[in-house]
């Protein structure tokens, strides 16, 4: 069963802007994960957010949290071409993850 | 520092035929492997996984079974394939750490395609 829903499903912007995926969940969650996946290729791991933290960064990430809502954001700043791919959210259970249908982002140079 | 091999990078097969996709991972012992499918655009959908050598969870009854012989070695297999079989294979691995917070990191992935 899929328990995380991104939206939207396509994103396209152009270089430097910000662009912000959203993802919506059922359960309860111990912790929330973002991935990245280039064409063609396996899923990198981005960014980990536990269910008692509300926000986090990295570089030009930044991931929020509201349990309350059962959702998540992936906000990427000062995008790149390079940025280009689709961006899954996970949510945990015993031993696994459960991946949402992601969003295909496309940053025009 | 810990690999991830997965082979081969795409594959054609006829229906009918067997499967036999490897996975290994080098650096890390003891890890918690995955196989996932991937439908073009879609996400991913967990078939099976495993905590330990012998040990293989399934999550979706199909035509595919998966082995675990060796600790850093799991084996996605079908005696039949079906034409459904098509799509992008990915194998995963996560330290056991015996928390459900770890990440996972992933092979590039093998494209099968059924004629």
């Known amino acids: 069963s899929q328990q995380g829903e991104e939206d939207p499903q396509a994103l396209s912007i152009q270089e430097g802007e910000n662009a912000t995926m959203n993802c919506s969940y059922k359960t309860s969650i111990n912790n929330l994960q973002w991935y990245r996946q280039n064409s063609g290729r396996g899923l990198v791991h981005l960014i980990l957010?536990?269910?008692?933290?509300r926000e986090k960064h990295s570089g030009r990430l930044r991931v929020t949290l509201d349990t309350s809502k059962k959702s998540s954001s992936l906000l990427i700043t000062a995008s790149r071409a390079a940025d280009t791919a689709s961006y899954f959210c996970?949510?945990?259970?015993?031993?696994?993850?459960?991946f949402g249908s992601g969003t295909r982002l496309l940053v025009r140079p | 520092s810990q690999t991830i091999h997965q082979w081969p990078a795409t594959l054609v097969q006829p229906v009918g035929s067997p499967l036999s996709l490897e996975c290994t991972v080098e650096?890390?012992?003891?890890?918690?492997l995955y196989w996932y499918r991937q439908a073009a655009g879609r996400g991913l959908q967990l078939l099976f996984y495993s905590v330990g050598i012998g040990q293989i969870s399934s999550e979706v009854p199909q035509n595919l079974s998966a082995s675990r012989p060796q600790d850093r070695q799991f084996i996605l297999s079908s005696k039949k394939l079906l034409l459904s079989d098509s799509g992008f294979y990915l194998c995963?691995?996560?330290?056991?750490?015996?928390?459900?917070?770890?990440?996972?990191?992933f092979g590039d992935g093998t494209r099968l395609s059924i004629l």
């Open positions: 650096g890390t012992s003891n890890p918690n």
């Open positions: 995963a691995w996560s330290a056991d750490t015996g928390q459900s917070n770890q990440p996972q990191h």
């Open positions: 996970a949510t945990d259970g015993s031993y696994k993850l459960i």
């Open positions: 957010i536990r269910s008692n933290e």
